[in-house]
């Protein structure tokens, strides 16, 4: 109030003209010194304007006074004083310099006109106080994760606010009130009388669902407040009033104020006491709710849902979802099954070594794309080379002998060397074969599927040894793992779409070409492997790749595609628990 006042007279003093000295009085209602504003806020207190205040404010009529010529107001000064209209009492006293008495009615005017606004404005200054004192409880109640310390945290700020001895807040169960927690105290007896009484009290007002207090205020509506009178009585209080809680237009609980001997209750406080509780009720309920079991939390959501389901619009909802889930379980789809598929090439060609050595070189590894020709490793040579030249050079020594016997004539000697000759071109033959073989290519464009011989260089192979697999790039097979309790639906020539786990953006379409009759266990599951040919190729596609198929296994209706799986597995539970 006094920022307001303050505030008010400079504005007044700012627009009349030829202010010289401005002076605003409230009295304390006690009779102690009075509240001053004057303006300018660093002139002394002017003892003449003072006590024109006082008289207008005690005779609630204007008052005039000259004052004769001075330095800065040569022509005299004119006082003027006016009691403040509204019911919190006061009077502004003004000097005006160079005026003359006869204009006193016009100023008077002017400061009336202007003194109409103060009133508004220290109500508007109340009802901003008032409003951040409401904001200020409800941090509190937020400030607090757990529900028992925030309760106590505002049951405390609420007595400050109130000016009440004690603030106790109780929360709506089953059975009734029961008191949470008491202001300035974080531990009390619940079994107390003291408590059991607070509940009373507050029992009464939710019952009726209205403020109730005792004694009431003059002109207050008759409430039934036999328990608050017990109250008082029992435990010396001067006043009592409960203020219900509500969230939502369902009661959270209510809390009780209570008010030493000499301390009475007024309408101004029951109204704020009202704004209070029509703030913090949705906040306790929101922190009552959070703190609520899982359970319980459960609990009131379903008794929720339930209430609206019985009302009419809600049972006019519940039936047309029940209508439209019925024709959508009722309408036909594609029944799919999953299953976990990977590729494979349709043929896979071993390279094997042709003869036994040493690994000398290695020019591919898994994954190489290789085209037809293109080496894949070499063996060492070294002792074949060795034997070719031998077996060279021993066939050329027998072709000389055999034309030293062609010039003697010797045809025994002809026919013993031409047969050695032979055999020594055999071996070379046999040698050139076995070179050739010291060299692995790929047999066709392919993919390396495996051999990764990288680390073996210089190691020994045997012959026969498969050394490299090599899968086509454009023949694939997809093996499908389908479970034990789907097999029945998988058929060959079924059709399907496969998501890989490399290509997850495109679904490849394949076929069935062959479903196995034998089951293999993996990871704790019967499965039973099934082959399918991609019906679109992609470039991409690489052997070992996997992902998920799905095969399409026929029409059926959704709610046997939603409820089969759940229903196999009942039948199964009841056979084995059966007699």
């Known amino acids: 109030m006094d920022a ?51 008289a207008s404010l005690s005779q609630r009529e204007p008052l005039v006074a000259m004052r004769p010529p001075r330095a800065g107001s040569p022509l005299g000064s004119l006082c003027l004083a006016l009691s403040l209209p509204g019911a919190n009492p006061g009077a502004v006293a003004l000097e005006i310099s160079d005026a003359k008495e006869s204009e006193a009615p016009v ?14 404005l220290a109500r508007r ?75 009373a009290a507050m029992d009464e007002a939710c019952d009726q669902d209205t403020t109730v207090s005792h004694p009431a205020p003059p002109g207050a509506p008759a409430r039934m407040d036999r328990a608050h009178a017990a109250l008082r009585e029992r435990h010396g209080a001067g006043a009592v009033w409960s203020v219900p809680l509500a969230a939502h237009g369902a ?27 029509a703030l913090l009720g949705p906040v306790i309920a929101v922190q009552r709710a959070a703190a609520a079991p ?32 019925l024709v959508v379980a009722a309408a036909p789809a594609t029944h799919r099954v999953a299953a976990e598929a990977r590729l494979e090439g349709r043929i ?61 004539h010797d045809r025994t000697q002809q026919s013993i060397l031409g047969a050695r000759i032979a055999q020594a071109e055999a071996q070379l033959n046999l040698i050139e074969a076995q070179l050739a073989r010291t060299v692995l290519e790929a047999p066709f464009d392919g993919v390396v599927v495996s051999g990764d011989l990288q680390q073996r260089l210089g190691s020994p192979v045997e012959k026969g040894e498969v050394l490299f697999e090599v899968a086509p790039l454009d023949g694939y097979r997809v093996v499908l793992e389908v479970d034990e309790r789907d097999v029945a639906f998988v058929a060959n020539d079924q ?24 089951a293999v266990a993996a990871e704790g599951h019967n499965r039973f492997r099934a082959e399918a040919r991609l019906e679109e190729p992609s470039a991409s596609l690489r052997p070992g790749m996997t992902g998920v198929a799905k095969i399409d296994a026929g029409r059926r209706a959704r ?11 009942l039948r199964l539970v009841a056979w084995s628990w059966g007699p």
């Open 495 to 518: 059709s399907g779409r496969l998501l890989l786990s490399a290509l997850p953006g495109e679904a490849l379409p394949f076929t069935i070409d062959r479903v196995t009759p034998v």
């Open 107 to 120: 100023w008077i005017n002017r400061l009336r006109a202007g003194a109409a606004w103060l009133e508004p």
């Open 348 to 408: 896979q060609r071993a390279v094997v070594a042709g003869v036994e050595g040493y690994l000398l070189q290695v020019e591919a590894r898994p994954g190489d794309l290789v085209p037809r020709g293109k080496i894949l490793a070499r063996l060492d040579d070294g002792d074949l080379q060795v034997e070719r030249r031998k077996w060279e050079g021993l066939r050329e020594q027998l072709r000389r002998e055999q034309r030293e016997a062609l010039a003697g």
């Open 4 to 54: 307001t006042d303050a505030s008010w007279l400079a504005e007044q003093c700012g627009i009349l003209p030829c202010v010289l000295r401005g002076l605003l009085v409230r009295p304390y209602l006690d009779g102690e010194s009075p509240r001053l504003a004057r303006w300018p806020q660093a002139a002394p207190l002017a003892p003449d304007l003072l006590a024109m205040a006082r």
């Open 125 to 199: 200054e109340v009802a901003h106080a008032r409003l951040a004192g409401v904001v200020e409880l409800v941090g509190t109640a937020l400030a607090h994760a757990e529900l028992p310390d925030a309760l106590t945290a505002l049951a405390t700020d609420l007595a400050g606010h109130l000016g009440c001895e004690r603030v106790s807040i109780g929360l709506r169960e089953r059975n009734g009130i029961r008191v949470r927690a008491l202001s300035h105290s974080s531990a009390f007896d619940a079994r107390s009388a003291l408590l059991a009484d607070l509940a």
């Open 559 to 569: 709610a046997w595609i939603w409820s089969h799986e759940t229903l196999d597995w």
């Open 251 to 277: 009661l959270v609980g209510a809390f009780i104020c209570e008010r030493p001997a000499g301390l009475g209750i007024d309408e101004r406080v029951l109204r704020l006491s009202e704004e209070v509780a």
């Open 294 to 325: 899982p359970l319980v939390r459960l609990r009131r959501l379903a008794e929720t849902r339930l209430a609206v389901l019985t009302r009419r619009e809600g049972r006019l909802a519940a039936a047309a979802a029940l209508a439209l889930l």
